[in-house]
């Protein structure tokens, strides 16, 4: 109904012909529903709004599910397969009519299956789907969600096994923490995990409790604490999954698990960790849908996309991006080499380890116990007769010397590194023993980035900026008059962090002739980075003011991820 929405936001005076337009166009681009495209564009305020809006015009209620409490006999009335498929959930019943809260309700065939399914008429009321794919995850826990587990869990339910007794019969051990309710226990927090989009599970022991936490937008959240008594039966049932060895508790170990999630496989990378009073896990999600490779969604600016797509269609060089832990380096590697993967060309990846698959690209993984490091991998990929080369990280000057012969001799490369910024990155090269005129000879772009989480839609809300604030933030009453800033104030659909979602931020610094005769000459990186501005560069502040100027992120996520 994109057009039809459109046409009544402008005749209500909402918007105009020309934001209505530019809306679509942004629409053609992507598979976005035009009132996503509103609210991003800021635009439309936020979800609730957009569905009142829609609720007046078609004449019926609008409901914030986030501010009631559903009866859980009537949301069961629709099974949870039909209401996660049509996104739809029964929020009361008055006599034989059922009604149900719905993001489209044009959509005649979802109200007519759901009057079949129950044998009810159906009264629709409209939510926004963010609100109701939330409400469906919370009311469809069945017996074998966590809390319900736990409530079930008995003493007789399984023998609890002292992580301590050294002599602990290995089959004895196997036998035990496949007791049904366990199995479920750890089943149910990893199926949670990967529905809430999260990228880590932490499972750590301390003295008297066991304390579960989720990474999702990049911080950690606590979670409802697992019973004491069974930490070594979780830790137990962890490492059977990951075939690891359970009668080993006192060296690290490193594994993998494969589960089956809806109609999509998702990795874990284990890793098992002895500490004082056990062993803490932590599971690393490699969910195939969290992951966009999609260049034009990562959050480029418009000119910083441009200089990027440019360099990454280069015959050789080498391109590479830097930034710490977790800032989505190996994601925009990825959404690169998409770009790129074409028939006629042969790319070749070294990654410790591989996270995620892709048709048409030669991955090997990583394995430094046999020698198989990054050094060695690259030196036998200049045998394959490779068009592109991606070296997951760079690591030493083996690594790099290898890596910078390869871009210097007709292969384009990728890598990473650590460091602070895209102009500090040509020093890390140099201090590799790289000389300064290979490094101007071959790097072709240096890129950093960062995360930043977004603010929540549905509990945004205006703020004003302090003339402190912006001092700090390096701007003036003139640089955000055209602008709305907005901070969250946390509600269901963000679990109360205000925020839902990241996005990236990026210093895309091309090599250019001036650069180049600056890296001859050893110019310091401050004097690099001031001649990459003074050509247009964003810095990584920059690049997060803009996403604060558009209602993207707060000024709490700028100060914290960027410095001046």
């Known amino acids: 109904m994109s057009r039809e929405l459109g046409d009544m936001l402008v005749k209500a005076g909402k918007i105009s012909e020309e934001q209505l337009t530019q809306a679509l166009d942004l629409q053609k681009k992507s598979d976005e529903k035009l009132g996503n495209i509103l609210i991003r564009m800021g635009i439309i305020s936020n979800e609730d709004e957009l569905s009142e809006f829609i609720g007046k015009q078609l004449n019926i209620g609008a409901l914030r599910l986030s501010d009631i409490e559903l009866n859980p006999e009537v949301v069961k009335m629709i099974p949870m397969d039909i209401a996660r498929k049509f996104n739809v959930i029964a929020v009361g019943k008055l006599g034989k009519t059922l009604i149900v809260a719905i993001s489209d309700p044009n959509n005649i065939y979802v109200l007519d299956a759901v009057k079949f399914i129950t044998g009810c008429s159906v009264q629709p009321v409209i939510s926004p789907e963010k609100a109701i794919q939330k409400a469906i995850e919370n009311y469809y826990r069945d017996a074998a969600g966590i809390t319900e587990i736990l409530k079930g869990m008995k003493e007789e339910d399984l023998e609890v096994i002292d992580e301590n007794d050294e002599a602990v019969n290995e089959q004895d051990l196997r036998a035990q923490v496949q007791d049904r309710p366990l199995v479920k226990l750890v089943d149910s927090i990893i199926g949670d995990a990967i529905r809430r989009g999260c990228s880590d599970i932490h499972l750590e022991t301390y003295e008297k409790r066991i304390r579960v936490r989720y990474r999702l937008d990049g911080d950690l959240q606590e979670m409802s604490p697992l019973p004491f008594k069974y930490r070594a039966a979780i830790v137990s049932r962890v490492k059977i999954m990951a ?248 509600c269901n659909e963000c679990n109360n962090t205000g925020y839902s979602g990241r996005i990236g931020i990026f210093e895309v610094m091309p090599m250019s002739p001036a650069i180049e005769r600056m890296i001859l000459d050893k110019a310091s990186s401050m004097d690099i980075r001031q001649q990459a501005i003074t050509e247009g560069m964003l810095t990584l502040r920059t690049a997060a003011l803009e996403k604060l100027k558009h209602g993207v992120t707060t000024v709490a996520e700028v100060l914290a991820v960027t410095a001046l």
């Open 243 to 490: 075939d690891l060895d359970i009668s080993e508790r006192r060296l690290p170990q490193d594994g993998r698990i494969k589960v089956k999630f809806g109609d999509r496989a998702v990795d874990l990378r284990v890793s098992v960790l002895p500490t004082i009073f056990g062993e803490k896990v932590v599971m690393r999600i490699l969910d195939p849908r969290s992951v966009n490779v999609d260049l034009t969604k990562l959050g480029f600016a418009e000119s910083s996309l441009a200089e990027f797509d440019k360099a990454i269609h280069l015959p050789y060089g080498m391109i590479l991006v830097t930034g710490p832990t977790g800032s989505g380096k190996t994601t925009t590697l990825y959404s690169a080499l998409k770009q790129i993967n074409t028939i006629d060309i042969n790319i070749m990846t070294a990654e410790d380890p591989v996270e995620f698959n892709f048709e048409g690209i030669n991955q090997v993984a990583v394995k430094s116990e046999i020698g198989l490091t990054f050094a060695s991998a690259l030196r036998s990929f200049l045998r394959q007769d490779p068009d592109v080369v991606m070296v997951g990280e760079i690591r030493d000057g083996e690594t790099a010397e290898i890596a910078v012969r390869a871009a210097l001799t007709g292969h384009l490369v990728f890598s990473t590194l650590h460091t602070n910024d895209a102009p500090s990155t040509i020093d890390r090269l140099i201090d590799m023993s790289i000389p300064s005129y290979l490094v101007a000879s071959c790097v072709r772009l240096v890129m950093a980035q960062r995360m930043v989480r977004k603010v929540c839609t549905n509990c945004r809300q205006e703020t004003k900026l302090t003339p402190e604030t912006l001092q700090v933030l390096g701007l003036t009453e003139n640089d955000i008059q055209d602008h709305k800033i907005y901070e969250g104030k946390g």
